[in-house]
Every structure is written in structure tokens, then in C-alpha cells.
């Protein structure tokens, strides 16, 4: 759960108390590796993938997905890296072969303030960056978030996304599923299902999982 989040919670302003550790470090880095591999299954390769990253939390999430990919796809150049560093990645999107030296596969970001079914009802943050570095027509988008709760973050992602192409799919991965849909939506690729009460909180890094609640401060 990033500061974003946390300003978005019940007290507002408050800070987490974390009661318990769910996922270690290792434990993190394997839920990374087996979502990589059924992303790599599912879309036959790496050649026509795009990840974003949700704001704020999906970010770290999206681009350590996208270097476990690389990785495994024997990859030189790291692909989680911030889409202006990585340069546009459209003509090696676009051309490269599957697999081949210099492929990078793109990064990018996206933030869904403005599309929000819950303005005017929780406190209105300042927009993070929106950064979408390829075409997304045709390609095969897989939306990466750290925590999945409500489905109303994901809805406004997918709202979000038709301003910027026409996909032809939209996947999605997460860290954790916590439960408690109000949508109809549901992640392609899990690192872990996590039982929670509503009241609970989640927060996720590279390092842990983290169950807990906001305190006031």
C-alpha cells in the first residue's frame, strides 16, 4: 500500500501499524517468477506484452515483474526500468523478434485519479504521472497493481486505457488479492489470495507483504 493509498484510508492522514508478515522477501520474489512464467504461457512470449503499472503501488510491482521477465526470456537489457529511461521502446516493440538481443519490453504508468467512481467521496489526491511509452493498439496489455480489493481501482484502469489505443488483450496481475469485490473483476495472475477483513489493510513491497491497520498519528 503506497502513501497514496494511505492518504485515500480511514483516518486520513494516519499511518500503518503492521500486526503480521505474510510474505517474506523470498516468498515475494517467487510470486514474481511463477506470475512471470504464466504471463510468458499465456501470451506466447514476450513480443507483444506492455506492463503498467498502476499509481502508485502497481509501479515497483510492474517493473520488477518486467525485469523477472527479461531475465527469464535471457534478456541483456533490463526491461523494468522507468519508460524515460528505457527510452519509447515502440520500433523494438514493434520489430523485434521474440526473445532477441536489445527486445525491451515496455513499462509504463498510469494514473486513474480522474476516472474514479469515488470522487467527492474520499479525499481528491494530486495526479501522478500517466507515462505510456508504446502504441497500445494491437498489443497485449497487462495492467499490474499491488493489491486487488473493490475492482473499482481496475475499472477506472480499463476506463483510462481507451484514451490511449485499442488493445487486443487487457490482463491483469497482482501481488495480492485480497477479497471483497464490489466489481465484477478478476486478476488473471495472482502472487498470493489473502483473506482480509474489511478494516484490514495491505501493504506490499519488494521486501514483504504486510497485513495491518491505519493509526491515527
Do not use: C, W
Not at 523470498?26 to 504461457?41: N, S, T
Not at 506466447?44 to 520488477?64: D, K, R, S
Amino acid at each position: 500500500m503506497a502513501e497514496r493509498e494511505r492518504r485515500m484510508t480511514r483516518p486520513y492522514g494516519g499511518v500503518f501499524v503492521a500486526r503480521a508478515e505474510v510474505m517474506n522477501a523470498e516468498e515475494v520474489g517467487r510470486a514474481l517468477r511463477r506470475m512471470a512464467h504464466e504471463i510468458l504461457e499465456h501470451n506466447g512470449g514476450i513480443h507483444n506484452l506492455v506492463l503498467i503499472g498502476l499509481q502508485t503501488g502497481g509501479v515497483t510491482v510492474a517493473g520488477a515483474l518486467a525485469g523477472v521477465l527479461a531475465e527469464i526470456e535471457g534478456l541483456e537489457d533490463h526491461a523494468g526500468e522507468a519508460p524515460d529511461e528505457a527510452g519509447s521502446g515502440e520500433e523494438q516493440h514493434d520489430d523485434a523478434d521474440d526473445g532477441a538481443p536489445g527486445h525491451v519490453i515496455p513499462v509504463g504508468t498510469l494514473d486513474v485519479a480522474l476516472y474514479r467512481d469515488d470522487i467527492g467521496i474520499r479525499p481528491v489526491l494530486p495526479e501522478e504521472v500517466t507515462d505510456i511509452p508504446v502504441d497500445l493498439d494491437g498489443a497485449d496489455v497487462v495492467l499490474v497493481d499491488d493489491v486487488l480489493f473493490t475492482g473499482r481501482t481496475i475499472r477506472a484502469a480499463l476506463d483510462a486505457l481507451v484514451d490511449f489505443g485499442r488493445p487486443r488483450t487487457i490482463q491483469l496481475a497482482v501481488m495480492v488479492d485480497r477479497g471483497h469485490r464490489e466489481l465484477p473483476i478478476r486478476p488473471d495472475y495472482t502472487g498470493k489470495n489473502l483473506p482480509t477483513r474489511r478494516d484490514e489493510l495491505v501493504n506490499v513491497t519488494l521486501d514483504s507483504v504486510q497485513i495491518g491497520e491505519m493509526a491515527k498519528q
